[in-house]
């Protein structure tokens, strides 16, 4: 288990993380959200101590992650998939690490043929793509067996099988007992990895809750309704007591009934449904939602109010010519 408690981090007069408190249990997958310049990667890197809190603690099983003995057969982090030595192979980076950490080296082969990387792991890291560094990454965090297991932005520059294969591998993971705690922008992904989630904006917890109360919790669900009699339809909703909205495309939204109650009152009255779907929010529409007061850097489109383009912008703020100075 992960264990944070008022944790803060400041940078001068920037406070990056703002006394965070929150636990990543066992035996789920959470997932770690929160806009860009939330504070995610300072407080995984507090949790490893790469940074040092402000105050508060982190402690790992109930100790500081310093005072761990052979640290990755506790925890394995997957924090910059490029951290590895350039001039060593792949199979050479992973034998340095079990030598530094007391880990059998029966395990380097054991984990590269587990990430896939058993036909290149003699050559270069240097030379691998931002994938096959992601898969020598989370070899490195397995190699130690770890019962803990933290990854940042881990499906980045996987191909669609990778994704594939790490999300199964995270899900198992989990089944296992161990705790695992991902970091991810990908919401879809984290949509279909994560059981329990963090969300955190400005340094702040926004929210410590399941997956589906989440989404449950910060956005619209609604039942759509389509029929060829749609005024009679309209008639026996209102009579119901059924508030609709009229949608762009001419069908009904309806927020207070359950498709099974709106079924079975169209059949009682003998009106043909051409569709009757319920319509429940993706977790990037909740995650929108929930983190619309904390986002830091705002883009804009063109043409939207306080949008222009660099050379617009310099043009802009160029000091203009007086014309009374002609001639001068």
């Given at each position: ?25 066992p035996g789920v997958v ?95 890291s240097k030379g691998f ?200």
């Amino acid at each position: 288990m992960i264990e944070l408690e008022a944790l803060t981090k400041r940078f001068g007069a920037k406070t990056a993380v703002d006394s965070l408190s929150f636990r990543v249990r066992p035996g789920v997958v959470t997932g770690f959200l929160g806009p860009n310049g939330a504070g995610k990667s300072t407080t995984m890197r507090m949790m490893l101590d790469l940074d040092i809190p402000t105050s508060g603690t982190v402690r790992i099983d109930g100790r500081h992650y310093r005072e761990l003995q052979e640290p990755m057969k506790y925890v394995g982090a997957l924090l910059d998939a490029k951290a590895m030595h350039g001039g060593r192979s792949a199979h050479n980076n992973l034998l340095c690490l079990a030598q530094s950490n007391r880990i059998p080296l029966s395990r380097v082969p054991e984990v590269l043929d587990t990430v896939g990387l058993t036909a290149v792991a003699r050559k270069k890291s240097k030379g691998f793509s931002l994938g096959m560094s992601q898969r020598l990454g989370i070899a490195a965090a397995l190699l130690g067996d770890p019962q803990i297991l933290m990854f940042d932005e881990p499906v980045n520059g996987l191909d669609p099988e990778g994704i594939h294969w790490i999300r199964n591998l995270m899900k198992s993971l989990a089944a296992e007992g161990r705790t695992i705690f991902v970091s991810s922008h990908l919401m879809s992904e984290m949509a279909l990895t994560a059981d329990h989630l963090i969300v955190i904006g400005q340094g702040r917890l926004l929210a410590d809750t399941a997956m589906a109360d989440f989404i449950q919790q910060n956005s619209r669900s609604y039942v759509r309704l389509r029929s060829p009699e749609q005024e009679r339809l309209k008639d026996v909703l209102a009579g119901a007591g059924i508030a609709t909205v009229n949608s762009a495309n001419g069908t009904l939204e309806i927020d207070d009934a359950t498709a099974a109650q709106l079924g079975e009152l169209a059949a009682r009255h003998r009106i043909v449904l051409h569709e009757l779907s319920p319509q429940r929010a993706s977790l990037e529409e909740a995650f929108m939602q929930m983190t619309a007061g904390a986002v830091e850097y705002h883009a804009h489109s063109p043409g939207e109010q306080g949008a222009s383009s660099p050379v617009a912008q310099a043009c802009a703020d160029r000091p203009r010519w007086d014309e009374s100075r002609k001639g001068a």
